[in-house]
């Protein structure tokens, strides 16, 4: 679903080949975040669209490139690879090429990133146990020549992980606000309050008037 009507191209809406997302778009994406097997009826009904409107709004999302794949979420203990570990690399400037193409041959890497900083890149590996993990920096990392140095830290406990995130979570967050705190009872005989600093000088500036 491109758009034809010449208007200048908006870098905070507009991906790929020119798909408008809009607030449908948006709603689709995050059915899809929650479950990315359900029909497009179900879909269409959960977003408030028809059905024909739901399919080809969900085909225009995979064919623009904002929806890429689909894939599975597996449990990792299960899967037997239960130590999760961060290594930060530092790289060898001149020798970028080689180390992307050393660690594409990899298959535990599960994600890397170039980042700023101390170090160059972040690479998240899944191992079986400790020494795996010892095995894979010490043997393997340590030995590529791009490497000039490293740093490990293990993951104890991911407490946070979503698929993606989309610009429309921030307003829900801000939508979503506290309810108004109570305001203060009577405090019984034998108890005590702890009072603010602006209300305790306003009573003793009544007291004093």
Known sequence: MSSNSGRPADPSGRIGIGLELDGIHMKILEVLRENGRISVAALAERVGISRANAYTRFEALRADGAIKRFTAEIDHVR???????????????????????ELARMPEVE??????????????????????VHRLVTERMANIPAVKATETVFILDEVLRRPYVLPTDRDAGRTARRPAAPEPAEVPLGKMRFVGAAEGRAALRKEGG
Not at 92 to 100: A, E, G, I, L, T
Not at 115 to 131: E, F, K, L, S, Y
Request: net charge positive; hydrophobic share 55%.
């Open 79 to 101: 899967a037997g690879l239960g130590i999760t570990a961060l290594v930060f690399v530092t790289v060898r400037q001149q020798m970028w090429k080689q180390f992307r193409a």
């Open 111 to 132: 994600y890397c990133a170039i980042t700023t900083g101390q170090h160059d890149a972040m690479i998240q590996v899944r191992m079986a146990d400790v020494a795996a």
